[in-house]
């Protein structure tokens, strides 16, 4: 079946120490995003990409970055990781139709933890 | 005032009956409503999206959409304990903010056995 892969499922990193979080998709979705979700909160956009154009969020931390090397894959990196980027983070994939965003599809998240 | 806002309940309903959901946006210009259903722990699912005022059934499951009073619900028919979950609204706003949904806090609904 087609859909959004997000690895791993759980990770726990150290204060301060860099970690990557990995999303594919086989929908071949053009637009794929990363959202930030605290418990009993909205989720929060930090990025998206439509194709290869990144497109920041203005209130997302320098802490945060991104990557989309092909169409299946993107990454988001935590240079350091503070115990308030605790959270669980979703990669999210659409595509466009006639210049229409349709609707989002999830992959099964990674919950973050920071000791 | 938040853009998309929904009662954060918790929502108690008796299992068999239906559950009401509803969300409030600010936005005029919105386009596109979807519902998403968020189980404890896991990643939000999409359960109905609606873009012309009126109704929208599918299954047990009815979006209302009234664009004039800015409001958009969910109605669940026959609950079960199954449908006990977190339910998210999101909005998409005008054109020019195409890519990015606005959502609300979510509404906790219990199905009460």
């Known amino acids: 079946d087609a859909m959004v892969i997000q690895n791993p499922r759980y990770q726990v990193t150290q204060f301060g120490k860099p970690v990557t979080l990995s999303c594919s998709q086989t929908?071949?979705?053009?637009?794929m995003y990363w959202y930030q979700q605290k418990s009993s909160q909205a989720p929060k956009l930090l990025f998206h990409?439509?194709?290869?154009?990144?497109?920041n969020e203005a209130d997302t931390p320098d802490n945060f970055q991104s990557r989309r090397p092909n169409t299946s894959f993107c990454f988001l990196d935590i240079r350091s990781p503070g115990l308030g980027d605790a959270a669980m983070y979703l990669c999210?994939?659409?595509?466009?139709?006639?210049?229409?965003?349709?609707?989002?599809?999830f992959g099964s998240g990674t919950q973050l933890s920071v000791l | 005032q938040k853009e998309v806002e929904q009662n954060s309940g918790p929502l108690s309903v008796p299992e068999g009956a239906i559950a009401s959901l509803n969300c409030t946006y600010s936005?005029?210009?919105?386009?596109?409503f979807f519902w998403y259903r968020q189980y404890s722990g896991k990643s939000p699912e999409l359960i109905m999206s609606?873009?012309s005022n009126g109704d929208k059934e599918d299954g047990r499951f009815t979006a209302q959409l009234n664009k004039a009073s800015q409001y958009v619900s969910l109605l669940i028919r026959d609950s079960q304990p199954s449908d006990s979950a977190t339910y998210l609204c999101?909005?998409?706003?005008?054109?020019?903010?195409?890519?990015?949904?606005?959502w609300g806090a979510g509404t906790k609904l219990i199905i009460k056995p």
């Open positions: 999210a994939t659409s595509r466009t139709v006639a210049g229409v965003v349709e609707k989002l599809f």
């Open positions: 929908l071949n979705h053009n637009v």
């Open positions: 990409y439509y194709d290869k154009d990144f497109n």
């Open positions: 936005d005029r210009g919105s386009q596109s």
């Open positions: 609606i873009y």
């Open positions: 999101a909005v998409r706003r005008s054109m020019d903010s195409n890519y990015q949904l606005i």
